[in-house]
């Protein structure tokens, strides 16, 4: 059975920092492209960040780009998320999912809650 299991959440002020991991388990996701998306309470699900199945490519929302970073190692099925320069509006349960062509798996979700 395939799950993927977020970790790091957590509550910060603003100016911190958070570094989300997401572990999966079930097969190897090395051919899966990984990423994460985030949704806020009353708002739809948006995308943050993503990175190509070996690392060579790196995606980031407009709203993240220069704070936030992601990396995997597929060694370990893992993919991270180092959020800094956090700000309020960041707050968001962040889910992770894993996606090749019309297969995706999603995470749990992991609450980060971010203060002024």
């Known amino acids: 059975q395939v799950q993927l299991a977020e970790s790091g959440g957590g509550s910060v002020q603003a100016g911190g920092s958070l570094e989300l991991s997401c572990t999966a388990s079930?097969?190897?996701?090395?051919?899966?492209?990984m990423g994460w998306f985030r949704q806020a309470p009353g708002r739809e699900r948006e995308f943050v960040a993503a990175?190509?199945?070996?690392?060579?490519?790196?995606y980031f929302a407009d709203s993240v780009k220069g704070r936030f970073t992601i990396s995997r190692d597929n060694a370990e099925n893992s993919v991270f998320l180092q959020m800094n320069s956090l700000k309020p509006e960041d707050t968001a349960v962040y889910f992770c999912?894993?996606?090749?062509?019309?297969?995706?798996?999603w995470g749990q979700g992991t609450q980060v809650t971010v203060s002024s």
């Open positions: 999912y894993a996606k090749m062509l019309r297969t995706t798996y």
């Open positions: 079930g097969r190897t996701f090395s051919d899966y492209g």
């Open positions: 990175i190509s199945p070996y690392g060579r490519n790196t």
